[in-house]
């Protein structure tokens, strides 16, 4: 993190990319009934974003991508989200392959820090993970992404980055003044229909019975965020959650599967 976004110099992203996708795939060919693969992409250039990208999936089998967040162009000031239009070519090929982009946190560029001026704590994954990553998925939402390629599939850690808590509080204000939003539905509706959720190191029920709540338990994958959580917490955590076993199943196991096109763990070998 930020990974090859943090790379400005579009040339140099597409080599590091091409090169961490072909050393991640050697891995994955030793263990293949056991691993897979995400792409890394070179954002920097919409083009060689999309080469890449159909590269990992049709040649390397690799189940989707993750991209790290807003990606520096050009210089490391210069940043581009992915709701710039540019990228459209990007999220149609994206949707005609029919995998997920898991949008990864990162932190804001140092000038939008000031904010934590004297807070350090806040910084990463305690909070300004959360707020940029969320906000990167609004801008997707409200731009008509998902209007425009309805099959999308984004999936977001952490159980949603906080959105499912607010994201009526969000579709209540933007109906009160829309200023234009391009968006044609609710960001609710986006967030059901668009978006997973992994648990990835927010191991507290509550916020878990709310993201169950708002986005429905299809929706939802088990995760643990190794190395920076441990997993015999998170196992233990989940395997005593007072929720129904076919919803358990589906949070656990099924669910990834079916995005991902998983065969059964018995059907697979290595």
């Known amino acids: 993190n930020p990974a090859i976004q943090g790379i400005p ?43 890449e990208l159909t590269r990992c999936i049709k040649d390397l089998g690799f189940k989707g991508t993750m991209v790290n967040g807003f990606s520096q162009v050009g210089d490391p000031n210069t940043v581009v989200y992915l709701d710039d239009p540019r990228y459209l070519p990007f999220w149609a090929k994206l949707e005609q392959l029919d995998v997920p982009l898991y949008l990864h946190p990162r932190d804001p560029l140092p000038s939008r820090e000031p904010v934590y001026d004297g807070h350090p704590w806040f910084m990463g994954s305690a909070w300004a993970f959360a707020v940029e990553t969320a906000i990167h998925s609004l801008r997707l939402m409200a731009s008509g992404l998902f209007d425009r390629y309805p ?38 509706d986006y967030l059901c229909d668009n978006f997973y959720l992994t648990i990835s190191g927010n191991f507290r029920t509550p ?62 070998s290595g």
């Open 9 to 51: 110099e579009p040339k140099r992203a597409a080599e590091v990319a091409r090169k961490a996708n072909d050393v991640l795939a050697e891995f994955i060919a030793k263990r293949p009934g056991r691993f897979a693969g995400f792409a890394a992409l070179p954002m920097q250039d919409p083009d060689a974003a999309v080469t």
């Open 151 to 188: 099959r999308l599939n984004v999936i977001l850690g952490h159980l949603g980055e906080g959105l499912p808590y607010m994201i009526w509080r969000i579709d209540h204000r933007i109906s009160q003044t829309p200023r234009g939003i391009p968006a044609r539905r609710k960001m609710a």
């Open 207 to 268: 916020t878990l019975i709310d993201a169950m709540l708002e986005v429905g338990s299809d929706r939802i994958m088990f995760s643990v965020d190794y190395p920076f959580e441990k997993t015999i917490e998170a196992v233990k955590w989940f395997d005593e959650l007072h929720i129904s076993e076919r919803d358990r199943l589906k949070i656990g196991r099924t669910n990834a599967m079916a995005l991902f096109k998983l065969g059964s763990p018995k059907a697979a």
